[in-house]
């Protein structure tokens, strides 16, 4: 497969994917999610690569959500069948036995900030801003956010950003407990890389023992996951995501109450 969204480099046994739709703001369309997917496929096999940086193009985006423009018109099939494969490709993060990092220089929403979360650490730029604006659109998250918010920042903080759509800043995502690090955005990738060059100067074996051994704990989410897919694709049947997608792309307010 051809990675047309995707740019990759590997130095120092550093690999570092950034995706690279700027005027998209790097929203995860279907096919950039299925690039992700294949991209770390291959690092898990590839002897040079030790770790990953995850970043997105340009200094304004990490990654601004999935793709609206491809939810048009789904139906509640096409849309479980749209967050699966969101879901599997994060899952193949999340599981990935080398570090995954996410360098988040910008927004990450919606899918943006699945993504990161999917990663094992997060640093972020200065400018980073978090959230999950699906409830704007009549949706909920589908990459697992819903699940994986919790086990970040707790159940109360989620429920509210998850209702409220609210975007939160860098500071805030660091006292939350969302991120690891916040550094200002020329300094993200030198920081990306010193952490994780300490963490590939340690027993790569005992690296990917942590990573099982922390992923064994939320194990039993496998339901969780399910109702997420189960509730996002009921999304598709409904008004207000019609309306909340036509607003979108009509660059005004979404009314889920008019007659
Ligand atoms: N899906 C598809 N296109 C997106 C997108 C997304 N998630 N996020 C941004 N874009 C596109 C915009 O449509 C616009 O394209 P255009 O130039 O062809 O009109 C381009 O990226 C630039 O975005 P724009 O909205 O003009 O930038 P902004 O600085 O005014 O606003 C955001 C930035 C991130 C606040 C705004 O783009 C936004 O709200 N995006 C959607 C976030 C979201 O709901 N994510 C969850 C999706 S489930």
Known sequence: ?????????????????????????????????????????????????????ITGAGQKSFVSGADIKEFMGLTKQQGKALAKAGQIALQKIETCTKPVLAAINGYALGGGCELAMACHLRIASDNAKFGQPEVNLGLIAGYGGTQRLIQYIGKTKATEMHMSGAIINANE????????YVVPQNELLTKSNELLQTIISKSPIAVSGVIKAVNAYFEPRIDGFAKELEEFSKCFTKNDFKEGVAAFLEKRKPDFYKK
């Open 173 to 180: 995502a660091l006292s939350l407990g969302l991120v690891n």
């Open 1 to 53: 497969m051809k990675l047309d969204n995707l740019l990759m480099k590997v130095e120092d046994g550093i690999l570092t994917i950034t995706i690279n739709r700027e005027e998209k703001l790097n929203a995860l369309n279907k096919r950039t999610v299925k690039e992700l997917e294949k991209a770390i496929m291959d690092a898990q096999k590839q002897k040079e690569v030790k770790a990953i940086i």
